[in-house]
């Protein structure tokens, strides 16, 4: 007999009675819609059962570096400048120790810090703005009583007004995400980049708290260069990238209507 392949079961069907409490009390971020919206299998076991996860380099890599980043800006607010390298580089090392990883996990990291260190001396060579916060968690409540939450990486007023922009530091390569952001700007679309959810995300919360201000601008800088030219999306080989994006009422509106229709 030739063994039939049985389908795959949805994750989230019939286990509705099971899952209310959790459901329940579930606080949704940028990060967990855009899980949901990606693969609900994995949003069940990550954001609701919250089964173990390994360390994987990727993510290790990410929360050393935003720690360097926001302890480096942190300095900055007091002292009127940028430290030295030295301490951003001992920032992520501390991290990095703190966070228990085995030896070649350990190793990945370190190499691809040599990126990060390389954006931080072109900071400090061409002069960044004061930032106004850093690192602020907002949560907002929406219709049916869900809240939504999500913190922000830094905020900078834009110069010459009293408009806000939002800036997010990603790790990795940027190619994937900027012929996305390109590309498609329909949030309803499954080929929509998660960065552009996550920016109307911030606009929508930082509102939310603070209905004087307004977020114009949401930027995405990558702390890790360019591998190729593609000049159709502004790419250079070996380059950083600044990817600022517009955000306006209406892009709220829609995330709002995706996030209850969810």
Known sequence: HVLEKTPARVPLKNTAHTLFGLVEELTLRPSSLNRYLTCPRQFLYQHLLR?????????????????AVEKSFRRFLKEDKLPRIEYFESIFQEELHFQGVDPSVFQSCIQKFEHAKSWYME????????????????????????????????????TGTQEIKVIDYKTGDPEKHIRALHNITDIFSPECDDYLRQLIAYKMLYEAGYSRKKVKIGELQFLDPAKKDIKKYGLQKGKFIHYPIGLNSDMVKNFEQLVLQT
């Open 123 to 158: 900071q400090l060579k061409v002069g960044v703005i004061k930032p106004i916060e850093l690192e602020k968690r907002l949560i907002k409540k929406m219709e049916e009583g869900l809240i939504f939450q999500g913190k922000f990486d830094k905020v900078e007023m834009i």
């Open 51 to 67: 089964t173990p996860q390994p360390k994987k380099t990727a993510l290790v890599y990410g929360q050393c570096v935003h720690k």
